[in-house]
């Protein structure tokens, strides 16, 4: 997709000048299903220049996506990309250049950023390159949330991912870029869900909506628009959550099992009091809109703290520091100076140092009367994604939840999700045009609730290959879903058994095998969570 900095900015540039190339049109069609979407992404370029030349660019995925097709079409022929070992991929691709033919790689530069080589490209040649991927949708309040990002934010890098050879992390992450942008975005999805839709709702842009074919075409109000921040969906379904499975046969015959529970509200639930520990970012990234919004959640969640409550304010850029020197009663002399001290917040402590600034917050000594609760507010806009996340790892015995808001045009993602599940909390996404009020009170929800311990998956009648995410954290009236991998037959059943203030519970689903017909999406997605718990 595209680059931005602080306006749009192209992703595709020719690798030998790092001239920019500019795009001629990028098209999107989704098909939005439940809880999961398909996307197919359309670009086409053509080059401009005198010369044979090879066109690179960069481009997100959501966070919870899985890449599974690849197909370039020019001068009449179609190439469809095949899966290849990293090294065996960039072998094929210089060895196809090398003897004068057209070749196409894509190669995963970070966990949810991407890059497209296409190489050979002739004088006044076109070239359309199509992607497609499936992605699970996340919860936001009783809606979906389906989020299409097209922006890569500039991010900050710390100093050691500005030294050393090249390609550095730095440079990775913030590709060459164009300050002017010729082209921008067609949208066109088609919503459906098997519980009804109530309500479609866009914050990020304004849209057209009308029925068909049993579901609602969704369109965007202008044909074309700029690719400035992500474009955000909420679909309300008619009901709520409830209990179910899926099962689908992959192309390899193995079958795949979904499982999506919804622990109910539970009357073990004890309201104890908590240490909540704001930590704020406050670097140069967070200026106009992603601070006013942060500041609005913490104001919130100021007026809901019970005087059994402590807390502290932590801000952080370049530096950390505590707005009240240590954590507090929440009683309301507290809260009062608090919120004095966020309404004075501003975005100028420089970089977006969070690496310390988590560090910091890990290691201050634990109130042994209360559970601590750690809520973030970033954009997430950083570079040292994995040594933020194994420090959250090493850290996790001193029994810290952390919850994650991700604020801004084009947040972070996979950041903000990632340290939510190993901090086994959870994150919201909040994109500029919503409230962020109702974000902040579910986290809040949340972290009233007790930690459930001692969970497992248990399937009944077959055991799997492998099951994802093998680390679960639950809430209640949440749906959660867990993926088994079958060989030798299909589970009767499963079950998620837990633990809450020593009392054992065990939810169970049936499995119901019948004639399992192929879903790719589905086994791809099985796929993708295990990838990604390997990767955790």
């Not at 997709?1 to 900015?9: F, G, L, P």
């Not at 009449?76 to 990309?81: A, L, Q």
Request: with cysteine; hydrophobic share 40%.
């Amino acid at each position: 997709m595209s680059v931005a900095t602080k306006e749009t900015a192209s992703g595709i540039f020719v690798a030998s000048s790092q001239k920019p190339l500019p795009l001629m049109g990028v098209k999107v069609l989704a098909e939005i299903r439940g809880f999961s979407s398909q996307v197919t992404l359309h670009q086409r370029f053509r080059n401009a220049e005198e010369v044979l030349i090879e066109a690179v660019y960069v481009f997100p995925l959501p966070e919870a996506s899985a890449l599974f097709a690849l197909t370039v079409e020019t001068n009449g022929r179609r190439i469809t990309g095949q899966v290849q070992e990293r090294e065996q991929a960039f072998a094929t691709y210089d060895d196809a250049i090398r003897d004068g033919h057209g070749a196409v790689l894509v190669d995963r530069e970070r966990p949810n950023v991407f890059t497209v080589s296409v190489g050979n490209v002739l004088p006044g040649q076109e070239v359309t390159v199509e992607l497609r991927w499936v992605a699970e949708l996340e919860r936001s309040g009783e809606a979906v949330r389906f989020v299409l990002p097209t922006t890569v934010a500039p991010r900050y890098a710390p100093l050691e991912d500005r030294l050393g050879v090249s390609p550095t992390p730095a440079e990775q992450v913030n590709p060459p870029m164009s300050l002017d942008v010729p082209y921008g975005l067609e949208f066109t999805a088609w919503v459906s869900h098997p519980h009804g839709v109530r309500e479609i709702a866009c914050p990020s842009h304004q849209v057209r909506v009308k029925p068909e074919d049993g579901g609602f075409r969704v369109q965007l109000a202008s044909p074309v628009v700029t690719m400035d921040r992500d474009l955000v969906l909420l679909v309300t379904p008619q009901k709520l959550w409830e209990p179910f499975t899926r099962v689908a046969k992959g192309e390899d015959g193995d079958r795949f099992v979904a499982a999506t529970f919804v622990p109910p509200v539970s009357d073990l639930a004890k309201k104890e009091p908590r240490e909540f520990l704001f930590l704020v970012d406050c670097s140069g990234s967070m200026e106009g809109h992603s601070l006013e919004h942060a500041k609005q959640a913490l104001l919130a969640a100021l007026d809901e703290l019970t005087e059994a409550d402590t807390f502290d304010i932590l801000v952080f850029g370049s530096t950390v520091g505590s707005l009240l020197g240590a954590s507090r009663p929440a009683d309301e002399l507290w809260r009062a100076k608090a919120r004095e001290a966020v309404r004075a917040l501003e975005a100028n402590l420089g970089g977006t140092e969070l690496l310390p600034a988590l560090e910091f917050l890990l290691n201050r000594p634990l109130d042994p009367t209360r559970q601590r609760v750690a809520i973030v507010l970033t954009d997430g806009e950083i570079s040292n994604e994995q040594a933020i996340l194994e420090l959250l790892r090493s850290k996790r015995e001193r029994e810290t939840r952390v919850f994650m808001v991700g604020v801004g045009y084009g947040p972070n993602e996979f950041l903000i999700r990632s340290l939510a599940r190993v901090g086994l909390g959870a994150a919201e996404l909040v994109h500029p045009n919503e409230p962020i009020s109702p974000a902040i009170m579910r986290h809040l929800q949340r972290a009233r609730q007790p930690l459930w311990t001692d969970l497992e998956v248990c399937w009944q009648g077959s055991d799997p290959e492998w099951q994802a995410p093998e680390e679960l954290a639950i809430f209640a009236g949440e749906p959660i879903t867990v993926y088994g991998c079958f060989r030798d037959g299909l589970p009767s059943s499963v079950e998620l058994r837990a633990t809450c203030n020593g009392e054992a519970v065990t939810w169970a689903l049936p499995v119901v095998a019948g004639e399992a017909g192929e879903d790719p999406s589905l086994a791809i997605l099985a796929a993708r969570a295990a990838v990604r718990t390997w990767e955790e």
